[in-house]
């Protein structure tokens, strides 16, 4: 099993442009999670899915945020317009019939 | 307001068992308890979770106190490669639909 796969690991862009973060979750798991995590607030539930149906975005910080999760292989997270305050690692996870989430590696994103 | 207290920081000697404190006095009936760690750079790894009875699995073991009001994550060997943040989170039911991680535990195990 390759877990959880994220692209691309690092991003580094200008602040104004679009971003836009993707994951593959492990196959078989019916629930996605993206996390975003920074020195100051250290790690955030954004939002998630269950079977490709966003359940919760409360953690979303603003209409700059968006997230869509076309089918059970793919996710995207997308940033638009990106400012310097977006800077973090974003972490995606998924979930099966267990109790755990298994997170991938991360992308480490810095908008300039 | 922060649903568990964890030191910030923690040495442990190679070889030697480290044991984990977590403070959880208001948790609720229904919550469990998880403990996922982040080593550097990576994402966070589950370790173990309960309810109330004591657990222990390939990993760890988690002791959780007869008044559910705090619990104690043990490894029983620690090794250079337990060097980590670890997390205890409090969350509603076994779904771990929703985790809450705060500052955590520092753990260095030293050679």
């Known amino acids: 099993d390759a877990g959880v796969i994220q692209s691309p690991r690092h991003e580094v862009t200008e602040m104004g442009q679009e971003v836009t973060l993707r994951c593959k979750p492990i196959?078989?798991?019916?629930?996605l999670f993206w996390y975003r995590q920074t020195m100051m607030r250290g790690l955030e539930l954004l939002i998630y899915?269950?079977?490709?149906?966003?359940?919760?975005d409360s953690g979303m910080p603003e209409d700059r945020f968006s997230a869509k999760m076309p089918n059970a292989s793919f996710s995207t997270l997308k940033i638009q317009p990106s400012e310097p305050r977006d800077s973090a690692v974003y972490f995606c996870?998924?979930?099966?019939?267990?109790?755990?989430?298994?997170f991938g590696p991360g992308t480490r994103l810095t908008v300039t | 307001d922060a649903k568990t207290t964890q030191p910030p920081s923690m040495d442990c000697a190679e070889g030697r068992a480290a044991n984990l404190p977590c403070n959880h006095s208001?948790?609720?009936?229904?919550?469990?308890v998880y403990w996922y760690r982040q080593i550097h750079s990576q994402g966070p790894q589950y370790i173990i979770h309960?309810?109330?009875n004591n657990e222990t699995n390939e990993m760890a073991s988690l002791i959780i106190t007869e008044d559910r009001k705090s619990s104690t994550l043990i490894l029983p060997h620690a090794t250079l490669r337990d060097t980590a943040v670890y997390y205890c989170?409090?969350?509603?039911?076994?779904?771990?639909?929703?985790?809450?991680f705060g500052k955590g535990t520092k753990l260095s195990v030293i050679p």
């Open positions: 309960g309810l109330k």
């Open positions: 196959s078989g798991h019916d629930y």
């Open positions: 208001t948790i609720s009936g229904n919550e469990y």
């Open positions: 996870a998924s979930r099966g019939t267990s109790y755990e989430q298994y």
């Open positions: 989170i409090v969350t509603p039911g076994a779904g771990s639909y929703q985790l809450t």
């Open positions: 899915f269950n079977n490709n149906v966003p359940i919760d």
